[in-house]
């Protein structure tokens, strides 16, 4: 965090629950400006923010509809004074896992959801943020800009019953590695890393959990995981993600893994 009066930006996607929301209270602080875009605002997330003097703005959003949420953000970054930030983050964390099961059994309207939130969301997101914040730049701001988009191993590795999911992730490693290329070649270009936050204990595990056992193949893999605590909590997770984040060497391997 800076040490001068100017505050670092931060904006969070899916920050209502589970890890996202172990990293918005980890992230709040006076000397930050915290945005969280969710579907639901967290009423505990602002009496913490308000006991600290922290700003933090909660939108409710749907990232679904990508081009409204990209929309809403650029013209909110746009308002903003660059003068008074240090630095700008943009941390996409939201993802959604439809029907666990066969490609051919989900349906459509859950694999659509998936996808647009899972990798078009975070490509629309990053887009108006690099475009709002690249005219910072522009304008003679110098402050750095960061991109984490929170991956999974199953964008690396594939997995019976989760097309739609490792799709996703496999999609938003490519699409960091694409924009880190480009902002390599911008003057005072931002950087960019797609990481893999280990498996976590949230929502989303017990999801695959509850999944049937005849169209998930793996699942005794995850009930073996709980069963020998081999989850990580969303408070110990979200610190070494943004542990990560503070790293000197952030953005010069643009597709990580925590556990590296």
């Not at 991956?151 to 699409?175: E, I, T, V, W």
């Not at 280990?198 to 169209?215: H, K, N």
Request: glycine share 8%.
């Amino acid at each position: 965090m800076n040490t001068d009066a100017r505050q670092d930006l931060t904006i969070l996607t899916g920050a209502s629950r589970g890890m996202g929301l172990a990293m918005a209270r980890q992230l709040l602080a006076p000397g930050r400006r915290l945005l969280c875009i969710s579907r639901r605002a967290n009423d505990e997330l602002a009496a913490q923010a308000e006991r600290l003097g922290a700003p933090l703005i909660q939108w409710q959003q749907d990232l679904a509809d990508t081009t409204s949420a990209a929309a809403r953000l650029h013209d909110w970054l746009k308002q903003q004074d660059a003068s008074t930030l240090a630095s700008a983050t943009l941390i996409n964390n939201a993802g959604v896992i439809p029907r666990i099961g066969p490609l051919d059994d989900c349906p459509p309207d859950e694999l659509a959801r998936a996808l647009r939130v899972g990798l078009e969301a975070p490509m629309q997101l990053t887009a108006a943020f690099l475009r709002a914040s690249g005219a910072w730049v522009d304008a003679g701001w110098r402050g750095p800009r960061k991109v984490l988009n929170i991956s999974s191993g199953l964008g690396r590795n594939a997995m019976a019953a989760q097309a739609p999911y490792c799709a996703a992730k496999a999609g938003m490693d490519h699409f960091t590695r694409c924009s880190a290329l480009d902002e390599a070649q911008r003057e005072q270009g931002a950087r960019l890393v797609s990481l893999a936050p280990g498996v976590i204990d949230t929502d989303m595990q017990a999801q695959l959990r509850a999944g049937d056992p005849s169209a998930f193949p793996d699942l005794g893999r995850f009930v073996e995981l709980q069963r020998q605590g081999q989850l990580t909590s969303p408070d110990a997770a979200a610190a070494r993600v943004l542990a990560w984040l503070d790293r000197a060497d952030f953005g010069e391997r643009p597709v990580a893994d925590v556990r590296d």
